[in-house]
């Protein structure tokens, strides 16, 4: 059984015992997680997709990292005009473990 959920204005396809990143959520490690904007919940042709949630859907986590993703470089230069701009950017993730799937 897998389950279309909503968290960070991103959607993610998670399955039980999964491993995801995902935005941070200032939560402390070992914190239990339970996400109840599900969009799809289901498997093959018995799948519920709700207009917007599945009503009574939910999905629990635990949080197993807090921890920075890799560096990201923007560069933009103009030919023969001597413009560069270098930025660099690094998000912040949550590690999270999908325990349980309720429809």
Same mark, same amino acid.
């Given at each position: ?20 990143? %995902? ?19 289901? $498997? ?10 599945? $009503? ?30 270098? %930025? ?7 590690? %999270?473990?999908?325990?349980?799937? $309720?429809?």
């Amino acid at each position: 059984m897998y389950a279309v959920i909503v968290t960070g204005g991103k959607q993610y396809r998670v399955q039980a015992d999964e491993i995801i990143d %995902i935005e941070s959520l200032n939560r402390e490690v070992g914190e239990k997680i339970e996400f109840s904007k599900v969009l799809a919940i289901g $498997e093959g042709k018995d799948i519920k997709i709700g207009a917007p949630t599945v $009503e009574g859907a939910k999905v629990e986590a635990e949080v197993i990292d807090n921890f920075r993703g890799v560096k990201l470089v923007a560069f933009k230069m103009k030919k023969r005009k001597g413009y560069r701009r270098k %930025i660099g950017h690094r998000q912040n993730l949550t590690k %999270i473990r999908i325990s349980k799937i $309720e429809a």
